[in-house]
């Protein structure tokens, strides 16, 4: 079993920059994929980045290339999400989610998702 729990949301204006964090319990963290999902409403959820047990593989989604950097401290159990240049489009819930294996783009490949947090990017 593994639980993940999401913090560094808020507000911040079009440029800036925020970086989220997703803490891990289980002992399967070391050996697991993570990725990080968004949510806008009204939207379908989106990929946005995932990354490897090792940290060696990483992967974006084409919307957040070049500004959005993947992560992981294995001795912290947790893994970071490092956005710059913020977009209004950017606003969404931003979730966590691990799996077992590759990290990949399908959320419905991820076993366990944390409750997400809220990033808002004003105009």
């Known amino acids: 079993q593994v639980q993940l729990v999401e913090s560094g949301g808020g507000l911040v204006q079009a440029g800036g920059s925020l970086r989220l964090s997703c803490a891990a319990s289980g002992r399967t963290f070391s050996t697991y994929a993570m990725g990080w999902f968004r949510q806008a409403p009204g939207k379908e959820r989106e990929f946005v980045a995932a990354?490897?047990?090792?940290?060696?593989?990483?992967a974006y989604g084409d919307s957040v290339k070049g500004r959005f950097t993947i992560s992981r401290d294995g001795a912290k159990n947790t893994v970071y999400l490092q956005m710059n240049s913020l977009k209004p489009e950017d606003t969404a819930v931003y979730s966590c989610a691990s799996k077992p294996g590759m990290p990949r783009m399908w959320a419905y490949e991820y076993a366990y998702w944390g409750q997400g947090t809220q990033v808002t990017v004003s105009s």
């Open positions: 990354i490897s047990w090792s940290g060696s593989i990483t």
